[in-house]
Structures are given as C-alpha cells and as structure tokens.
C-alpha cells in the first residue's frame, strides 16, 4: 500500500482497492471571547441594585413568615375559644339534665307518697302512734344514685340541698321500717296475751312497746315535715335556675 500526496484541501488514500475519498478541512473557525470590564461608577450601581433587592427579599420572608405565623396563632386560637365554647355549653345542657331528672323523680315519689302512706299519716294524726306498715318492695332512688358521681359538678349550694333531700328521704323510709319493726313487735306480744292472758310481763311488754311507736310517731312526723320543707327550697332554687 502506498500513501499518496496531501494537499491542502483533502488527503486521498490510494490502494488496489476501490478508492475512498476522506476530506479534512484545512481549517478551523475560531470564535474569540469577548471581555467587557465595568467602570467603577456601573459596579457601585451593581453593588447597590443588589444589596437593595437582597434586603427587600429578606425583608419580605420575615413579613411572611411572621404574618403566617400570627395567622395560625389566632386560627388556633379562635378553634380552642370554639372548642371551650362548645365542651362548656355540652357540660352545662348535661348538668341541667341531671337536675331536671332528679327533679322528675323526686316529684314522683312525693306523689307516691302523698297519695300512699301519706295520707294514711295525716289520718292518724288524733292517734298515739301510727298503725300502718310501709311496704318497700325496690330501690326508689334510681336517678339518683345512677348520678350521684355526678354531683360534683353541680353548683356546691344545689348539689348539698340535694343530697339532703335523699338523705332525708332515707331518713323517712328508715323512721317508718322503724315504726314496722314496732308493730311486729306489739303484735307477737298481743297474741302472746290471748294465748296466756294478761300476765304482768306481757303486760308490761305491751305498754313498753306502745310507748315506742308513740314516740317513733313524732320522730316520723318530724322526718316528713323536714323533707317537705327541704323538697319544696330545692325546688325554687331548680325554678331559678330554668329547671323545670
């Protein structure tokens, strides 16, 4: 293989082979750089376009980030005011409905009771004691003992008077389970006296007996009196209070 010659346009390789013809430019094109230095008065307008326009960026995010922070401070405040608002309104209608509830159903044992034994106390008044029985077959109380952990968060001056009330009206039921236990007692002693007659100690027992339920009379008057008084001011303070 032989080399040929080169000139400037192109360089040819010659051999038996079919011919290729490969062309290199000569030359190059070249493109210079162009260097431009400002003067001194365009640097100090350069310097003082960019620290003004650095300034006001910062200037800027400190606005925002501070207007955004007082933005969710008041949002989150205004939520927790809302929040205070309605659990105090849910805890205020919960209150009230326990009042109204006790109140129900301390309307509706007095009604029982006006109409039940009650009356039968006021028909016994020129008697020495009280003759009848009272009968207590359940737990009357159920209202109140179902929200009795509840009181707490009532007023103190309307939750004491209520917890009087029911410790009064305990008061009565035990005062007259009382005046039963006395009954039985007279009983079994009567009918001791017509299987043996009017021996001195029966006798004796008898009267004894008799002075008991004369005096448990008074302590049963004394308990419903207390009771009434005590239902009727718990009940103008519940009326005071719009609960009715």
């Known amino acids: 293989?032989?080399?040929?010659?080169?000139?400037?346009?192109?360089?040819?390789?010659?051999?038996?082979?079919?011919?290729?013809?490969?062309?290199?430019?000569?030359?190059?094109?070249?493109?210079?750089?162009?260097?431009?230095?400002?003067?001194?008065?365009?640097?100090?307008?350069?310097?003082?376009?960019?620290?003004?326009?650095?300034s006001k960026d910062v200037l800027l995010l400190i606005v925002g980030a501070f207007l955004a922070g007082f933005v969710g401070f008041i949002t989150s405040f205004v939520l927790h005011k809302l929040e205070v608002k309605q659990r105090n309104k849910e805890e205020q209608e919960f209150k009230e409905n326990v009042l109204r509830a006790i109140r129900c159903e301390l309307e509706s044992l007095s009604m029982i009771y006006e109409k039940g034994i009650g009356s039968k106390l006021k028909e016994s008044e020129n008697l020495d004691f009280f003759p009848v029985r009272l009968s207590l077959t359940q737990e009357w109380f159920t209202v109140f003992n179902a929200n009795a952990v509840h009181l707490g968060k009532i007023e103190k001056g309307v939750s004491n008077r209520i917890i009087t009330t029911y410790a009064l009206n305990k008061a009565l039921i035990e005062a007259f389970t009382i005046n039963n236990d006395y009954l039985a007692e007279m009983a079994r002693v009567g009918f001791e006296i017509q299987q043996r007659g009017m021996q001195t100690d029966l006798k004796m027992r008898f009267e004894t007996v008799q002075g008991w339920l004369v005096v448990q009379k008074a302590e049963i008057k004394k308990a419903d009196e207390a009771l009434k008084t005590t239902v009727k001011n718990l009940f103008e303070v519940l009326d005071e209070q719009g609960v009715s």
């Open 1 to 54: 293989n032989v080399f040929g010659q080169t000139n400037s346009s192109a360089t040819v390789l010659q051999t038996n082979a079919p011919q290729i013809k490969i062309e290199i430019p000569s030359t190059f094109a070249i493109t210079n750089a162009l260097s431009v230095k400002p003067d001194e008065e365009s640097l100090k307008l350069l310097r003082e376009a960019t620290s003004s326009h650095t």
